[in-house]
């Protein structure tokens, strides 16, 4: 089964919005349409704690813009072949680098099985986060990965090195740099 452009809003309850993916153990796509339905950060937890009562191996979904990474990274969802998430978080003032490690902790437990990735990293629509882009160093290699997609407001290039370290058996790559501003550029291989 399959949802696509689910209509979730701050103004809804995400308790029950939630409790009804519960009632869909053979869910296996889930899109959360990115105008309509953007999930709070808070959400994520009960997000991930419903997706592993289904057998979710698709997600797509964008969190809420101005959301502040605060407390302990939350672990995504497990054995997904695709995830597409527009992470709209910024760092806590006075700190550096949190907002994108809760996204590192996110996508960790599904690094093994992931097929296709893709991430927009920052908030297109307010300042985007002080930080560079994310460190995939840190990542234990992803041999799975085939298809990685990511758009980032840094400039720095060296993120290609980490990538092709990260993602060894890349099909297609296509990175977005500096795509906060109107001179977006980028690189494609396939």
Request: with cysteine; proline share 5%.
């Amino acid at each position: 089964m399959t949802i696509r452009g689910l209509l979730y809003s701050s103004n809804h309850r995400p308790a029950q919005i939630f409790r009804l993916l519960e009632e869909l153990p053979n869910l296996s796509d889930l899109v959360l349409h990115k105008y309509h339905a953007s999930i709070r950060l808070s959400d994520l937890a009960l997000l991930v704690q419903v997706t592993q009562r289904t057998s979710l191996r698709h997600l797509t979904f964008t969190v809420e813009r101005g959301s502040i990474a605060s407390g302990l990274p939350i672990s995504g969802p497990g054995c997904l072949s695709t995830l597409c998430v527009s992470w709209r978080v910024h760092d806590e003032p006075g700190t550096r680098g949190k907002s994108l490690a809760h996204l590192s902790e996110f996508l960790r437990p599904s690094l093994a099985t992931l097929t296709r990735l893709k991430i927009t990293d920052f908030d297109v629509y307010r300042k985007p986060t002080d930080l560079e882009h994310i460190d995939f160093r840190l990542w234990s290699v992803c041999p799975s990965v085939r298809n990685f997609r990511y758009k980032t407001r840094s400039r720095d290039t060296k993120v290609l090195d980490a990538v092709s370290e990260t993602f060894p058996n890349l099909t297609h790559l296509a990175i977005v740099f500096d795509s906060y501003g109107y001179n977006d550029w980028g690189v494609w291989t396939v």
